[in-house]
């Protein structure tokens, strides 16, 4: 048989080829897999039955109730009283602003669950916020966008619910695992920024008084909750993580209703449309990556691509270095879900192959499609920052590369010490 009658040829070709065009990824995964389907007779008929099947499932039910919750905790205020609180708590310490940043970001994580709403929700507060208090914008903007990459870190993660999806594991076992990593990587993050910082000069605001510093944690008190809420909710057994998502979507409309009064009609609204927008891209790249994948399984495409890696070595250093490069370059171009979707059945047999733990596996390839974000050319977290400063994607770039580098040297620590992903969960009972 001749390459251009192989289904393993066309399978990997009709997937490329409009990728490279700008086909979006969604669209890319379908047409390769029903041009295939159809031409070699594998049951076309059956798609419409997988394609229903790959997204309703009870676990991804959390996705959009946290796309959910984000957006709502950003419309009403919640975001705004977070920053201010930490503000309040650094004052003018030398890069404490820039700092400040990485930490709310990570905290922030911890509510949305996604990178670019992430940005979206902190940039139009803290970008301007840092540049008013003499921080070059183009570094202001690379700290927001770069860190904000912690939100698929730091549990609840929309990354961790679909990796946990196609892999059969524990959510919550996968939400305990991200604890200790997430803290590891702003712990990077915040050493360069605070450098960066010192040598530039770098300071944040003046600390108000005491009635003023009252107030914003009081305000801010409901904010803060949120994480204490859901995490406290999963590990104390009184909900399970979709149940967690659901809560944090309703406790956030219960804040701006109740006790911040800022949540109207139009508000509302633009909620909903923003929310349905964004399940509706998420929910269509899961759908049709999910039928990319068995069809890449039935061909034989993850076996041959599987067995190739296994041959290069049989050092496990070596493979998972291989690997890490494969999903930096792939972060530079496609999303983390997508990613997921693609190479999870990939690497499924050499996990099982070399003994990894797919849990701390799973928090290696989450950090490593985090740094893809922020990664050009298609760096969704920078392209989100450029747009709400106004500078251009080649403006950011280069003062994100030290930042860049920090979340490697995370990346690679986390490599070398597993137990730091496992420790929370084995101590938990989840593992």
Known sequence: MSFLQNPVFWTLFLFLVPLIIRVPIAVALGFATITVVWNWDMGYNMLSYSLYGGIAKTPLLA????????????????AERIVALIKQIVGDMRGGLAVATVCVAAF??????????????????????????????????????VSSGLAIIIPPSIAFIVYSDIMQQSVGAMFAAGILPGIVVAFFLCVVVYIISVRRGYKGEPRGSLPVVLKTVRESFWGVMTPVIILGGIYGGIFTPTEAAAVAAFYGLFVGVFIYRTLTFKILYAIMVETVVSTAVVMLVVACAGLYSWLAATVGLIDTIAGALLSVSESPVVIMLMINVILLIAGMLLDANSIMYIFLPILMPIIAALGWHPIWFGIIMTVNLAI?????????????????SGLTMEQIAKPAIPLIIAAILAMIVLCVFPELSLVIPRGLGLL
Do not use: C, H
């Not at 893809?372 to 709400?388: C, E, K, S």
């Open 372 to 388: 893809g974000q922020v990664t050009p050319p298609v760096a969704v977290n920078l392209f989100v920052g450029a747009r709400l």
């Open 63 to 78: 996705i959009p109730f946290f796309i959910l919750a984000g957006i709502v905790m950003e419309k009403v205020g919640i």
């Open 108 to 145: 922030w994580g911890a509510v949305s669950g996604s990178g670019p709403a992430t940005v979206a929700a902190l940039g139009l507060i803290l970008i301007p916020s840092m540049y008013a208090a003499g921080y070059d914008k183009a570094f202001a903007t690379a700290t927001v966008s």
